[in-house]
T-cell receptor
Framework: DAGITQSPRHKVTETGTPVTLRCHQTENHRYMYWYRQDPGHGLRLIHYSYGVKDTDKGEVSDGYSVSRSKTEDFLLTLESATSSQTSVYFC????????????FGSGTQLSVL | GEDVEQSLFLSVREGDSSVINCTYTDSSSTYLYWYKQEPGAGLQLLTY?????DMKQDQRLTVLLNKKDKHLSLRIADTQTGDSAIYFC????????????FGTGTRLQVTL
């Protein structure tokens, strides 16, 4: 398995609280991604990063921010969690050139009550 | 923007071949991927194809790419009950900083 660790694996939080999810990789890959998965929607891209301090928005970025201060860590923050952000969040990494495969972490189940 | 479409459900009998289809819209796609997700699990990369290829075979899996029609298919030979899962296709567009767009997934049900 690719070296991707997501934490926490499960979290329950209350509406209005900030939440940070962490993705850690040991592959030294350049690209990192945050997706959310919801029934009927497949995987939707929230934010992605193409290098340290280089990030961009995906299709569902409202209410989320990200940071990448080191190659190995990509943090996803929900500024003020809402019930619509209850979802399963997946981190993915991708190398360049011969390493064009995209590998996923095990996911974080987030419930916002 | 990019759009990737898949049918939602496919049912096949054990031992038959399964064909899962996917259409995409972005002509600048470079790589196209197939992922498998079992219940409660993450996404497992099955195979991928570079956009200048027409076909790729890997054991029971065959990927066909029709660039003209922007159509991708995954054929699973001798389908087994362990193949029951959701299958996602995805396209990589390196023209937009390597953004990957996924389809909504096809649930494959294998019956005895």
């Amino acid at each position: 398995d690719a070296g991707i660790t997501q934490s926490p694996r499960h979290k329950v939080t209350e509406t209005g609280t900030p939440v940070t999810l962490r993705c850690h990789q040991t592959e030294n890959h350049r690209y990192m991604y945050w997706y959310r998965q919801d029934p009927g929607h497949g995987l939707r891209l929230i934010h992605y990063s193409y290098g340290v301090k280089d990030t961009d928005k995906g299709e569902v970025s409202d209410g989320y921010s990200v940071s990448r201060s080191k190659t190995e860590d990509f943090l996803l923050t929900l500024e003020s969690a809402t019930s619509s952000q209850t979802s399963v969040y997946f981190c993915a990494i991708r190398g360049t050139g011969a390493n064009e495969k995209l590998f996923f972490g095990s996911g974080t189940q987030l419930s916002v009550l | 923007g990019e759009d990737v479409e898949q049918s939602l459900f496919l049912s096949v009998r054990e031992g038959d071949s399964s064909v899962i289809n996917c259409t995409y819209t972005d002509s600048s796609s470079t790589y196209l991927y197939w992922y498998k997700q079992e219940p409660g699990a993450g996404l497992q990369l099955l195979t991928y194809i570079f956009s200048n290829m027409d076909m790729k075979q890997d054991q029971r899996l065959t990927v066909l790419l029709n660039k003209k029609d922007k159509h991708l298919s995954l054929r699973i030979a001798d389908t087994q009950t362990g193949d029951s899962a959701i299958y996602f296709c995805a396209e990589l567009d390196t023209g937009t900083a390597s953004k990957l767009t996924f389809g909504t997934g096809t649930r494959l049900q294998v019956t005895l």
